[in-house]
């Protein structure tokens, strides 16, 4: 294994005092017990927005953590779900009165641990409500979670969620828009090699050197089928179609497009993938009004893509627009 770390042990505190390090005007860092946490908050009269997860995935969720998105972030160890206690103090850092949202990722951890987080909040007298994102189509069960997992679409809710509640909408307002990206979001993904978890040490699963995974999970979650290496069309086809013939999209409809890169998947590649989804998509009379291509949701250096799509109108449109200025996501700001 080699990885630009120190000690196993030290990879999610380490990384934590380099992200302070780096974004002070953006972000503070709580320690004990781990929260990332918008520098300015908690913003009086504003709806705080909370997500989390297990570490690896960046710069998903401490990334997006600043104006126009996330207020705070929950990391867990490497692909462990944080804990109740990172969660309810995350929530208070960020409540300025007008309630929290908590956005999870359809995980069994993490979505236990939410609940147990916002009824402690609630306790305290917070107003917390939590929308839970389930976007990936690949398969309805797996290794970390009951029914579909969340991936993609958990970015592109916590933009568009995060500038509703930056223009003032009530939690019930931004919890509705919440739900409405998670039910006009699917996404799925596949992968061409393992990744290494630090405390373990070896992959996470084998392929052969003409082998791939479709339908992988970003914790290294088996998916439907592995089969033979194929090119990029034809693997491009295999996700969209899938991710289509969900909702499914229908010809007149305007997407956002998100290409995600899984760590260790460059630039250039995303970008043939988002070629071959544009052609896809024309033929089927979709248009893409917005892309995001990037490693936006990693698994730490696992090489792979994941496609997200979606739906959009007006609302989400402008919203997703709105500016933004977090680690890894700005514009317009």
């Not at 908050?41 to 504003?46: H, I, R, T, Y």
């Not at 995350?90 to 309630?99: D, M």
């Not at 999870?104 to 236990?112: E, L, S």
């Not at 792979?304 to 007006?314: E, F, K, N, Y």
Request: proline share 5%; hydrophobic share 40%; with cysteine.
């Amino acid at each position: 294994m080699k990885k630009l770390i120190n000690k196993t042990d030290d990879v999610v505190r380490e990384s934590l005092e380099g992200i302070a390090a780096a974004h002070p005007d953006l972000v503070r860092v709580s320690y004990e017990p781990y929260y990332i946490v918008r520098a300015d908050a908690p913003k009086q009269g504003k709806v705080g927005i909370v997500s989390g997860g297990g570490s690896g995935h960046e710069p998903m969720h401490g990334g997006f953590v600043g104006m126009g998105m996330l207020d705070a972030a929950c990391p867990g160890e490497v692909f462990t779900s944080p804990t109740p206690d990172q969660m309810l103090e995350a929530t208070k850092a960020v409540n300025g009165g007008a309630g929290v949202l908590h956005i999870v990722k359809n995980y069994t951890g993490d979505v236990m641990n939410f609940e147990m987080a916002a009824e402690l909040a609630r306790g305290e007298g917070a107003e917390v409500e939590a929308v839970v994102i389930d976007d990936d189509v690949a398969v309805q069960d797996s290794l970390y979670t009951a029914g579909r997992r969340g991936v993609g679409t958990t970015v592109l809710a916590e933009k568009i969620c995060g500038a509703a509640a930056e223009e003032g909408q009530s939690l019930q307002q931004v919890a509705e828009l919440c739900r409405k990206v998670n039910a006009n979001g699917r996404s799925m993904g596949m992968a061409l090699t393992s990744c290494i978890v630090p405390a373990a040490g070896t992959p996470t699963f084998e392929l052969g050197d003409d082998e791939m995974e479709i339908g992988i999970g970003i914790h290294g979650e088996p998916g439907r089928e592995r089969r033979k290496l194929a090119p990029a069309a034809d693997i491009v086809e295999t996700l969209t179609v899938a991710v289509v013939e969900d909702i499914p999209f229908e010809q007149g409809d305007q997407v956002l497009a998100f290409v995600n890169g899984m760590g260790g998947t460059p630039l250039i590649e995303l970008y043939i993938v988002y070629n071959e989804l544009r052609k896809l998509l024309d033929g089927r009379g979709i248009t893409i009004a917005r892309n995001l291509i990037g490693p936006y949701i990693t698994s730490l250096e696992m090489a792979g893509t994941s496609i997200t799509l979606l739906r959009l109108d007006d609302e989400l449109t402008r919203l997703w627009d709105a500016p933004v200025k977090t680690p890894a996501l700005r514009w317009g700001a």
